[in-house]
């Protein structure tokens, strides 16, 4: 039906954790200062190669990259050769595993990511912020127009309502919680392990949450910021420490959970050989959640080093999903109810052109008809031609009011390019 009624069409560009490995997922990541370049790139105007994306909305989490656009054809190699080209990457090496949506496959999905569905943990709390900061980072750089602002509000709308009118938010397992999870499956004594927490965002945060559930008593923050180390440190009885301090406090962990949002490789393997040398063969259990990722993958090669990442953590989801996976019918339901909000709206963007020109119309032929009659009575005062104007304007605009509600009503429907094509015949549009 989208691709019927609405001129434009709607693209979503993406990989995600389902798709497509950690160490690509990586290499694609917008990072902050990546994302504001990638988006200003759009707005300068003068780059033709771009000049067919209308419109452009940017989403990247740890477990997925998406470009949604709108363009007048379904350009997916536009938007493969955007994403190449602002990420140094080949297109070779990601176009197996990318999925292209269009028109209302790509509303669909983006309403089932804001909602959860579509999560590597059904129902995780995070994602929807995730998209309303990639909407707010667009709009600063004004690359959305008024069919992805629309959109993004509308799935912003339904992730609200997922997490309020069900309970599929409700004690969420986090990818964070997962690891810790995993982790407590490797050391079952938690609280005896001593245990590093490497960065201080909100990933870092749920990490350290899930291991006081689990009576983890000795936990370390570390962080480039010290000042954010000491205030997550503070609010679960835990020590900070300032990144420099890594290696000298390495030694000593017996886990480490890195989640740091540093662009680049934090532990490497000749870190970890140093650590090892001191530990007398107690073993040393990485658990890596950070895009890019923080741990070098060749420390799983290190004799007493076990290393977890990301794509490990997709087979360990817990076993016990009911609770949430019995509310996935109520949150469809609301991403049907807003997905049917959102296909109206865009139905009435073919319409709307097409009330203005007949509005647009009557008021020419209204003017030209007062400019005679006035022309014809020139006693009138400057009061009596303002009344006889707004007495025109209100008969005009109530012998319209029937027709174009009437237009308004069927741009949804089975027949709105044929009523469509009737009015512009009718009064003589085209």
């Given at each position: 039906m989208v691709a019927e009624i609405c001129a434009s069409h709607i693209l979503c560009l993406g990989l995600n954790h389902?798709?497509?490995?950690?160490?690509?997922?990586?290499?694609?990541?917008?990072?902050?200062?990546?994302?504001?370049?990638?988006?200003?790139?759009?707005?300068?105007?003068?780059?033709?190669?771009?000049?067919?994306?209308?419109?452009?909305?940017?989403?990247?989490?740890?477990?997925?990259?998406?470009?949604?656009?709108?363009?007048?054809?379904?350009i997916f190699d536009t938007l493969e050769a955007f994403?190449?080209?602002?990420?140094?990457?080949?297109?070779?090496?990601?176009?197996?595993?990318?999925?292209?949506?269009?028109?209302g496959d790509a509303i669909q999905h983006l309403l089932e990511v804001a909602s959860g569905l579509d999560s590597m943990v059904v129902g995780e709390p995070q994602i929807l912020g995730q998209v309303t900061d990639a909407y707010s980072a667009a709009r600063n750089h004004g690359t959305p127009g008024k069919i992805l602002s629309r959109m993004f509000e509308v799935a912003i709308r339904t992730g609200k309502r997922a997490r309020t009118e069900t309970t599929i938010s409700q004690n969420p397992a986090s990818i964070a919680s997962i690891a810790v999870k995993l982790i407590a499956e490797t050391v079952p004594d938690l609280s005896a392990a001593k245990i590093m927490v490497l960065g201080a965002g909100e990933m870092a945060e749920l990490a350290v949450e899930s291991l006081r559930k689990r009576?983890?008593?000795?936990?370390?923050?570390?962080?480039?910021?010290?000042?954010?180390?000491?205030?997550?440190?503070?609010?679960?009885?835990?020590?900070?420490?300032a990144l420099e301090t890594l290696l000298d406090h390495l030694q000593d962990m017996d886990i480490v959970i890195a989640s740091t949002g540093a662009p680049h490789i934090v532990i490497r393997p000749s870190m970890v050989e140093e650590a090892m040398k001191y530990r007398h063969k107690r073993p040393l259990v990485f658990m890596d959640i950070a895009v890019p990722r923080d741990v070098d993958p060749e420390v799983k090669n290190i004799s007493g080093a076990y290393l977890y990442d990301l794509d490990g953590l997709s087979d360990h989801l817990e076993s016990n999903m009911a609770q949430r996976e019995a509310e996935v019918p109520k949150v469809r339901a609301i991403v049907a109810e807003e997905r049917a909000v959102f296909d109206e709206y865009l139905?009435?963007?073919?319409?709307?052109p097409i009330i203005v020109d007949i509005r647009n119309q009557a008021d020419s032929i209204r003017q030209d008809e007062l400019r005679k009659a006035i022309r014809r009575m020139p006693d009138l005062t400057p009061e009596m031609e303002r009344q006889i104007d707004a007495l025109t304007k209100s008969i005009v605009s109530k012998i319209l009011h029937s027709p174009t509600t009437k237009l308004r009503s069927e741009a949804n429907g089975l027949y709105a390019a044929d009523y469509a094509s009737i009015v512009r015949a009718l009064f003589g549009l085209d």
């Open positions: 389902a798709t497509t490995n950690v160490a690509l997922r990586e290499r694609l990541a917008f990072y902050p200062h990546q994302l504001q370049t990638a988006l200003a790139r759009l707005g300068c105007g003068d780059d033709s190669a771009w000049n067919d994306i209308k419109e452009l909305v940017i989403l990247s989490t740890c477990n997925r990259v998406e470009i949604y656009a709108v363009a007048n054809k379904p994403l190449s080209e602002t990420k140094n990457c080949p297109q070779v090496d990601f176009t197996d595993t990318a999925y292209r949506l269009l028109d009576s983890a008593m000795s936990i370390l923050v570390v962080n480039r910021t010290l000042q954010r180390a000491e205030e997550l440190a503070k609010r679960w009885e835990g020590k900070a420490a139905a009435s963007l073919d319409v709307v």
